[in-house]
Nanobody, 115 residues
Framework: QVQLVESGGGTVQPGGSLRLSCTTS????????MVWYRQAPGKEREMVAG???????YYADSVKGRFTISRDNAKNILSLQMDSLEIEDTAVYLC?????????WGQGTQVTVSS
């Protein structure tokens, strides 16, 4: 079983930055793909960014050039650096992975972008 715990959310003005972290209960180096999702009120959950153990990264078109996903194998942390935040980025951000045939989600962290 894998536990995922997100942190780093908060309230920021448009144009600001936040860095989200997702700490894993097992060695992150053993997990092939980890993904950040987000869900805004009244909207479907959407993929934000993904990262594979091989180093491949991918992003939703809406965040390309503004968000950066990375993993720290020594600390077992998946990070999401979010810059140039927009009001439309307001959502609960969730960490997700599949491991051993099971899917896992964190509890989420709220990001609010407001002037």
């Amino acid at each position: 079983q894998v536990q995922l715990v997100e942190s780093g959310g908060g309230t920021v003005q448009p144009g600001g930055s936040l860095r989200l972290s997702c700490t894993t209960s097992i060695s992150i180096a053993d997990i092939y793909t980890m993904v950040w999702y987000r869900q805004a009120p009244g909207k479907e959950r959407e993929m934000v960014a993904g990262n594979t153990r091989a180093g491949t990264t991918y992003y939703a078109d809406s965040v390309k050039g503004r968000f950066t996903i990375s993993r720290d194998n020594a600390k077992n942390i998946l990070s999401l650096q979010m810059d140039s935040l927009e009001i439309e980025d307001t959502a609960v951000y969730l960490c997700h992975t599949a491991y051993g045939g099971m899917k896992y989600w964190g509890q989420g962290t709220q990001v609010t972008v407001s002037s």
